[in-house]
T-cell receptor, first 111, second 113 residues
Framework: DAKTTQPPSMDCAEGRAANLPCNHS???????VYWYRQIHSQGPQYIIH???NNETNEMASLIITEDRKSSTLILPHATLRDTAVYYC????????????FGEGTQLTVNP | DAGVIQSPRHEVTEMGQEVTLRCKPI?????LFWYRQTMMRGLELLIY????????DSGMPEDRFSAKMPNASFSTLKIQPSEPRDSAVYFC???????????FGSGTRLTVV
């Protein structure tokens, strides 16, 4: 699975959009981009995933560049409860492929 | 839906004792995973099952660790004998298929003294 690079930490004001970047320059054509987050003392929570098209759900939007070498997770109106570590993971969706968590980005939403 | 249920939430045991962690996946989810999280190593996949069959146990640290899934609604992770370095939060997760997102439980915080 391709490696990902994320900034170790980011800050965001409550009510503003939080844009979390992820670089995955070695991504292969059959690898998906997954985002999870982990709020302190809780289990990781699935947010969204995509292959090459932009995706949106009730939690967030995922923007993947045309060359697929980077992506951005967007939380449109961040709240204090969005403070968490956000993990960007690249993997194929077939048997034998592990969901491997890296270091992630610590997002702090400030009042 | 109650989600993935893990028990106990906290476990404190003495070195050398046997420890059993339990997990009930979401009904209908064919895949079950055991992860371990420590400050030093982050989240590590230990083992995963598909339709109750262990598929990949290469993450299991050593023979002291064993995992079973006797049926679709129950799995155990056993450590015998336990050691202080096994202290961590152990998460169980399930998913209906590898394409989908995983649902994690709340974890078991294990402390071995």
């Amino acid at each position: 699975d391709a490696k990902t690079t994320q900034p170790p930490s980011m800050d965001c004001a409550e009510g503003r959009a939080a844009n979390l970047p992820c670089n995955h320059s070695t991504i292969s054509g059959n690898e998906y981009v997954y985002w999870y987050r982990q709020i302190h003392s809780q289990g990781p929570q699935y947010i969204i995933h995509g292959l090459k098209n932009n995706e949106t759900n009730e939690m967030a939007s995922l923007i993947i560049t045309e060359d697929r070498k980077s992506s951005t997770l967007i939380l449109p109106h961040a709240t204090l409860r969005d403070t968490a570590v956000y993990y960007c993971i690249v993997r194929v969706d077939t048997s034998g492929s592990r969901l491997t968590f890296g270091e992630g980005t610590q997002l702090t939403v400030n009042p | 839906d109650a989600g993935v249920i893990q028990s106990p939430r906290h476990e404190v045991t003495e070195m050398g004792q046997e420890v059993t962690l339990r997990c009930k996946p979401i009904s209908g989810h064919d895949y079950l995973f055991w992860y371990r999280q420590t400050m030093m190593r982050g989240l590590e996949l230990l083992i995963y099952f598909n339709n109750n069959v262990p598929i990949d146990d290469s993450g299991m640290p050593e023979d002291r660790f064993s995992a079973k899934m006797p049926n679709a609604s129950f799995s155990t992770l056993k450590i015998q004998p336990s050691e202080p370095r096994d202290s961590a939060v152990y998460f169980c997760a399930s998913t209906p298929g590898l394409y989908y997102g995983y649902t994690f439980g709340s974890g078991t915080r294990l402390t071995v003294v």
